[in-house]
């Protein structure tokens, strides 16, 4: 069933493989659902296309910097968009960081941006996989600083923001959420770290009693496994405790949303892959998934 307004897909970086997987859209039943914003002579003419031309040459395989502010004011467009009801939602193809910094904007990532142009302070990202969702406590930042990060303030925030999305985009009336421990063991009582018993465990304790359907902290290493009895999410601390397992459940198929903003956001579970580029055997499976997600969650 066809959605009332549009979904937008942002393009990703030119030189990578976000524009073929758009222009393969044309093959597929969600030709009508979408409209793309990018440039329209890199796209196929059977698309809907916002055109939004680089000026810089684009060469597949090769990023140039200079096309950075004409991607970011695409997402703008695309944000606007969302939040005046233009469309029903927004799908990202992949941006590279690096190439955006070098043009000397600050780039963390596409969560952050989305949070700063919706004015949210707390964005959360969450990867799906079928029937498996991990949430993440911390993403893009070194492993060192991790620890001081995870407050009993921010990891309460984000499983509030967690519990209430799976509820209102997800339309799971009672999720339940598995939190992941920080250390091997989930600390193994405190003789590997304190983490977990000092910060993790109260606040779970503390949304238990006020109703929330959590547990934990448990043992990274078999909360993913089915004798944990995971059923609506996994929230891990950082992002290589949850992503690994995610990807390798469903890479290819994979998709990220960001939870906690006003609007629908998904987004591809993997790179520009610039190396891809132009050869034409770029799999679009991960893009498909992105758009089928996003549709449902605007039905819901």
């Known amino acids: 069933m066809a959605l009332d307004k549009p979904l937008v897909i942002t393009a990703g970086d030119p030189a990578g493989i976000g524009p073929e997987l758009c222009s393969s859209l044309v093959d597929t039943e969600f030709l009508s659902d979408v409209v793309v914003i990018g440039d329209a002579s890199l796209l196929d003419d059977r698309l809907t296309v916002i055109d939004m031309p680089f ?15 004409t991607l970011l004011n ?25 190439v955006i910094a070098n043009s000397g904007i600050t780039f963390i990532g596409h969560t952050e941006f989305l949070a700063e142009l ?13 029937d498996l969702r991990v949430a993440l406590a911390s993403t893009h930042m070194p492993l060192r600083d991790v620890p001081d990060f995870i407050t009993k303030k921010r990891l309460t925030d984000v499983l509030q923001i967690l519990h209430d999305d799976l509820r209102s985009k997800f339309g799971i009336e ?6 992941c421990g920080l250390n091997p063991h989930a600390g193994e009582g405190g003789h590997l770290g304190k983490e977990d018993d000092d910060v993790i465990a109260p606040v779970v304790e503390e949304l ?14 078999t909360a993913f496994t089915p004798a944990a009895g995971h059923k609506d999410a996994i929230l891990a601390m950082y992002h290589d405790q949850g992503l690994p397992v995610l990807k390798y459940a469903g890479f290819g198929h994979a998709v990220n949303v ?19 580029a132009g050869t034409g055997t770029a799999d679009a499976g991960s893009l498909i998934a992105a758009i089928k997600l996003a549709k ?3 039905s819901t």
Not at 258 to 276: E, K, M, N, Q, Y
Request: net charge negative; charged share 15%; with cysteine.
């Open 55 to 69: 000026p810089a040459p684009v060469e597949a395989g090769r990023p140039d910097s200079a096309n950075a502010k």
């Open 74 to 98: 695409g997402l703008e467009l695309a944000v606007q968009g969302c939040l005046n009801g233009r469309f029903s939602g927004m799908v990202t193809a992949p941006l590279a960081k690096n």
């Open 118 to 130: 919706t004015g949210v302070d707390l964005p959360v990202m969450l990867l799906v996989a079928d």
């Open 174 to 179: 009672t999720p339940e959420i598995v939190v």
């Open 208 to 221: 238990s009693e006020s109703g929330m359907n959590i547990r934990g902290p448990l043992a990274a290493d």
């Open 258 to 276: 960001t939870l906690g903003l006003p609007i629908i956001r998904t987004s591809v579970d993997h790179g520009t892959a610039f190396d891809l």
């Open 296 to 298: 449902t969650m605007a």
